[in-house]
């Protein structure tokens, strides 16, 4: 694993969480929805045990959990990179890779709130990832 690669892993994850958030809310709004009522006439030679909305809430409960997971892993990896990164000495580059892997900034917001130049947050980028150590048990998503 690349240091860069290494480094990602907590806007992957943030992204991941954000996603699973999103789907979350799309199955708590199925699970308090109600169905139309049928006007047909039906036949059923057995009557359901449990109600048609009880999959849908055990899966949004399912899913709250796989999110609380999800956070902790990303608690843990920032945690982490924190300590990666607070290895460096030179102060910019500590800044850049804050601003870029902690808070997923881009270079050009990184440069505004530097008063530099993106080809300058870049090269200082550059200079940081050739100085970062992975460590020897990395956190893996």
């Known amino acids: 694993m690349t240091t ?11 992204q991941r969480i954000n996603l699973d958030i999103k789907e979350k809310e799309d199955l708590r709004k199925m699970a308090y929805s109600l169905s139309a009522p049928s006007l047909e006439e039906r036949v059923q030679k057995s009557a359901p045990n449990e109600a048609t909305y009880t999959r849908t809430i055990e899966k949004l409960i399912d899913m709250e959990h796989k999110i609380d ?4 892993l990303l608690v843990d990896l920032r945690k982490q990179i924190h300590g990666v990164i607070d290895q460096l000495e030179d102060p910019n580059s500590k800044m850049v890779l804050r601003c870029r892997y902690i808070h997923n900034m ?3 917001q990184i ?24 460590p020897e048990n990395p956190i893996v998503i």
């Open 4 to 14: 860069k690669e290494y480094l990602r892993q907590a806007y992957l994850l943030d």
């Open 69 to 72: 997971a999800e956070i902790d």
């Open 106 to 108: 881009s270079f050009a």
């Open 111 to 134: 440069g505004d709130q530097l008063y530099v130049d993106k080809r300058t947050v870049m090269r200082w980028h550059d200079a940081a990832l050739a100085q970062v150590k992975v």
